[in-house]
Every structure is written in C-alpha cells, then in structure tokens.
C-alpha cells in the first residue's frame, strides 16, 4: 500500500523551514527521500533505516518514528534550489527488499 | 561512469505497437527497476531483476515484458501499447538488492500512446 504523504504543496519564502510527512500503515523496514525537479529524474537525498542508521545529504535532515512507521524530512533555512516535488519510497519487511513503494509527493516551492 | 541511461528519450506510439525501452548502467549494480510515473500518482514499480537472468513483477506488471541477459542491460518490451500506458517511465539501479541502498534513477522516456 502506498504511503501517504503530507502535505501535498508548501510554498515558502527563502529562509523558512517546512516539514513534509510520510505515513505508512505497515512496518517499515526503511524510508527513503527524493526530489524531483520538473521534467528530470528523481535525486536521492536520504535514507533512514530501521535501528536508527541514516544515510544521505549532509544537509538535509530526517526522522523517522518506527512506533508510528512516520518519517518527518526537515527543510531548514529553505534555499530556491529547495523548489521541487519531494517523495518518499518505503521499503517493507525484508522480503520487500528493494520494492520501493512511493507516495504520491510534495511539491515545495520556494519564492525570493 | 555515465550512470544509468535510457533510450529514446521520447517516444510516440499508435494504440497495438510494439516497442522497447532501453536501460543501461555502467555501475556494476546487482539490482535494477522499471518504474512509471503518473500525474498524482508517484511512481509505481513495473518489474525488477535482482541479477541476470532474474526478474520478477513488481506492482503494475500487466503489458510489460522484461528480461536481463547481462548485469548492465535491462530492456523494458510493450507488447502491444494502450493509452492507459502513456506515462514517463524511468529506470534505477541499486548496488544490491538488499535493503537501504541508494537507487540511481535514469533521466527517463517519455511515452505518449495515440
């Protein structure tokens, strides 16, 4: 099942933070976030792992809550190069391994 | 390394033809995908081979054909394309199949079926 991402649009002015949710109704074995600038391919920012290992940007910053299968992708400081539609990719239990499952996305827009 | 490549870029079909999406890597990765990507909908998984000579279907597998004779090439077949299969489809390859690893999308096609 696909999880669901909130919210599905934020616009921001340069400098402020947003937060976009990803929400799955099964257990999570990882979450992984990307973006995607119009008209070219998705760009993996991060990976979060159950047991608590990340990996990915140095500077972008996630959680992710293993008791509410929830991970929060933190957008500080916003810069334009933010701009863009955000998704999250779930991975289930180990015979998912690899299947990424994605939300439908979050499309962030960041104005001077 | 040029990464994970796609061809054409663009594509237009008649509803019955035939074609086939090419997807290359020169990475070495175990692990490659075919996704396809509607307004709305994220991107939703066709199949994936976990090696040569493995595939299995993934979420939306109906109309499509695949197979993986060598670990670089992984070609996406529409047996007969539909409108319902107009969509931008992109390739991505892990370095394993095992979980937590990076995917490296391809820069994607294109597909418009009249």
């Known amino acids: 099942q696909q999880p669901v991402q909130s919210p599905q649009a934020v616009i921001l002015r340069e400098g402020e933070d947003a937060v976009i949710n990803c929400s799955s109704s099964?257990?999570?074995?990882?979450v992984h976030w990307y973006r995607q600038k119009h008209g070219e391919a998705p760009v993996f920012l991060m990976i979060l792992l159950k047991g608590g290992e990340q990996k990915g940007h140095d500077k972008i910053s996630a959680s992710f809550n293993e008791k509410k299968q929830q991970s929060s992708l933190y957008l500080t400081a916003s810069q334009l190069s933010y701009s863009g539609t955000y998704f999250c990719g779930t991975e289930r239990t180990t015979d998912s391994w690899g299947k990424l499952q994605f939300g439908a996305g979050t499309q962030v827009v960041v104005t001077p | 390394n040029a990464g994970v490549t796609q061809t054409p870029k663009f594509q237009v079909l008649k509803t019955g033809q035939s074609m086939t999406l090419q997807c290359a890597q020169d990475m070495n990765h175990e692990y490659m995908s075919w996704y396809r990507q509607d307004p709305g909908m994220g991107l939703r998984l066709i199949h994936y081979?976990?090696?040569?000579?493995?595939?299995d279907q993934g979420e939306v597998p109906n109309g499509y054909n695949v197979s993986r004779s060598t670990t670089e090439d992984f070609p996406l077949r529409l047996l007969s394309a539909a409108p319902s299969q107009t969509s931008v489809y992109f390739c991505?390859?892990?370095?394993?199949?095992?979980?937590?690893?990076?995917?490296?999308f391809g820069p994607g096609t294109r597909l418009l079926v009249l």
């Open positions: 099964k257990a999570l074995y990882s």
């Open positions: 081979s976990v090696g040569a000579g493995i595939t």
């Open positions: 991505a390859s892990s370095y394993s199949w095992q979980g937590g690893e990076t995917q490296y």
